[in-house]
């Protein structure tokens, strides 16, 4: 009971403070993972390609301008696990 009250109150300061290092710690840990959410992302709306192999492709000048294609194989399995959670 007396190191309660030996405690002294905790300031603004130290509360933000806390709470930095805690959005910083929180940061780090999802780090990978957003990364890896922004690639499932950009592959889901068809942008498959590494910038450096398009722009090369693009910009052959030896054999002029090669296509980058791309096939949407994967929309169909997104919109069908969507479908789902939205009927349940």
Known sequence: MD???DEKPRTDEDILEE???GLDEAIERES???TKM???LKFATLD????DLR???EG???NGPRPCLTIDQINQYIT???NEMNKN
């Open 32 to 34: 990978d993972m957003r």
């Open 55 to 57: 722009r090369a492709r």
């Open 3 to 5: 190191d309660e009250q």
């Open 38 to 40: 922004r690639d499932d």
């Open 80 to 82: 069908q696990v969507s």
């Open 60 to 62: 052959d000048t030896t």
């Open 19 to 21: 709470s930095r290092e």
């Open 48 to 51: 498959q390609w590494p910038e």
